[in-house]
């Protein structure tokens, strides 16, 4: 069974960081492309960032460029976002998701596919991010 638990949220001022994490199991995590996403109220479901675990890729969405950075440990099966110099508008719930990296997907050429939530076919509960002003 795949399984994607999230952790790392909380609260914290603008301006601050936090590290958030991606546990996976249930499947070869190596074949896999991890993807955050994020949804605030009122708001849809935005694609934040990815990697491909096949090929190393990353990619980012514009909004979060250069202050969160997206990092996988194969030894243990996490994938973690690091985030920095948090905003207001960074708050949400994030969400970790796969997709095997077979076919048309065996790279992971860019944001376009990260930011598709149907991509995905398994995801995570997600972890509440809030960042006070």
């Known amino acids: 069974e795949v399984q994607l638990v999230e952790s790392g949220g909380g609260l914290v001022q603008a301006g601050g960081s936090l590290r958030l994490s991606c546990a996976a199991s249930g499947f070869i995590f190596a074949d896999y492309a991890i993807a955050w996403f994020r949804r605030a109220p009122g708001k849809q479901r935005e694609g934040v960032s990815c990697?491909?675990?096949?090929?190393?890729?990353?990619h980012y969405a514009r909004s979060v460029r250069g202050r969160f950075t997206i990092s996988s440990d194969k030894a243990t099966n996490t994938v973690y976002l690091d985030m920095n110099d948090l905003k207001p508008e960074d708050t949400a719930v994030y969400y970790c998701?796969?997709?095997?990296?077979?076919?048309?997907?065996?790279?992971?050429?860019?944001?376009?596919?990260?930011?598709?939530?149907?991509?995905?076919?398994?995801w995570g509960r997600g972890t509440q991010v809030t960042v006070s002003s």
């Open positions: 990697i491909g675990n096949r090929d190393g890729a990353t």
């Open positions: 998701a796969a997709v095997i990296m077979r076919g048309a997907l065996q790279t992971l050429q860019n944001m376009a596919v990260c930011a598709t939530p149907a991509m995905f076919e398994d």
